[in-house]
């Protein structure tokens, strides 16, 4: 049996229930996992809210970190006893234990740890397919990315700072910002205080960046579109602040033969082989120092409720872990 965070319809934070769980064995290509924590993503909010709609009941958390239990017939890169970390949809990550899918799990490095690999794994893949994997982005290159002081944000501005990439961060606090720039960003604006757009104008001289990471959504997008150099790429990853608009599509050219994509982490990580290439180079920046794990929140899995008021409420930084 394994304790479990399910929700049985969408709604606010009220809506969790512990519950006892069967565990099971795995099948074919799957795997038993014990976990020793669990991460807490901005995506679990979009789920639990019901803005990703999923079937009901269902349990939620979408990384964790844990020991192989068991081993399904085919499964090779993995046996039992080993430690493991994982980004893998669908959710089912809040909990003890459970039977999963093995192809997104990696065998964790043993100089990195649970809570730290349960921390890590969606932000920090995501932070290798956007610097990686999206558009190429050069030593010297000047990036904006919102949010820079929160679980994504923090792995980014030390990736950018390790790469020779100028990150310029916006957050919402001043504390906030002090954060992004111990991490690595070159300049940080709070957005809430300042004018960031004519601000990322001035630290660019007028030309603008190259490329704007934006998880912010509704509230940011114009602004990011306005700071983009003529063809610019604009990576709309995710909707803190509500999803963006319908817009024109047409307003990107005159505003200087603009790109614009709307990535998500599962398209890169959905190939076995691919998904531990990415893995393998985030192990390194972890294990080599270039990019530290900073958690900031720690919840017992019981108060997930409080840990996603937390989140949702522009409480935290850096990352948070629910432990089972
Ligand atoms: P964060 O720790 O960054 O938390 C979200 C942050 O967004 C807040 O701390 C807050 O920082 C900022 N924010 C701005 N406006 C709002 C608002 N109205 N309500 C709440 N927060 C707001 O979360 P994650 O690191 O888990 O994720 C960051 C973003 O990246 C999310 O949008 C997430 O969905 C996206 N993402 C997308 C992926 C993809 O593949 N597409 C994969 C992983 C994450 P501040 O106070 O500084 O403004």
Redesign the pocket.
């Known amino acids: 049996m394994a304790k479990t965070a399910i929700i049985e319809e969408p709604g606010g934070p009220e809506k969790f229930r512990i519950v006892d769980r069967e565990v099971g064995e795995p099948g074919p290509g799957e795997i038993r996992i014990r976990h020793e924590a669990c991460g ?4 679990d909010v ?1 789920q639990r809210t019901g803005l990703y709609p999923l079937e009901m009941p269902q349990a939620l958390g979408m990384e964790a970190a844990g020991v192989v239990e068991a081993v399904g017939e085919g499964v090779t890169h993995l046996k039992v006893g080993d430690r493991a970390a994982y980004a893998s949809a669908p959710p089912g990550a809040y909990t003890q234990a459970r039977v999963m899918k093995a192809a997104q799990v990696c065998p964790l490095p043993d100089g990195i740890s649970f809570e730290e690999g349960a921390a890590m794994m ?2 920090g893949l ?1 932070v290798q ?1 956007l610097f990686r994997r999206t558009t190429p982005i050069a030593k010297g290159d000047t990036v904006l990315f ?8 923090l792995i980014a501005c030390q990736w950018a700072k390790s790469e020779g990439i100028r990150l310029i961060g ?4 001043d504390e ?1 910002c002090q954060l992004a720039l111990e991490h690595g960003a070159d300049a940080c604006i709070n ?2 205080t300042e004018d960031w757009a004519a601000k990322v104008q001035e630290l660019t001289g007028g030309k603008g960046v190259d490329v704007v990471m934006d ?3 509704a ?1 940011t997008f114009d602004g990011s579109l306005n700071s983009l150099k003529p063809l610019g790429m604009m990576i709309s ?6 999803p963006v608009p319908p817009f024109n599509l047409g307003i990107l050219g005159p505003k200087g033969s603009l790109k614009i994509t709307r ?4 398209t890169h990580i959905a190939d076995h082989a691919t998904c531990q290439q990415m893995a393998a180079e985030l192990f390194d920046k972890v294990t080599s120092g270039a990019v530290k794990i900073r958690i900031d929140q720690r919840f017992p899995l019981e108060d997930v409720a409080e840990a996603h008021r937390a ?4 409480q ?3 990352q ?1 872990v629910l432990l089972p």
């Open positions: 807490l993503n901005f995506i979009y969606l932000k995501t397919y919102h949010a820079a002081a929160g679980g994504v944000g916006t957050a919402g606090t906030k957005y809430r998880a912010v959504g509230d990853f995710g909707n803190a602040s509500g990535p998500t982490l599962f989140l949702e409420a522009r935290t930084t850096g948070t």
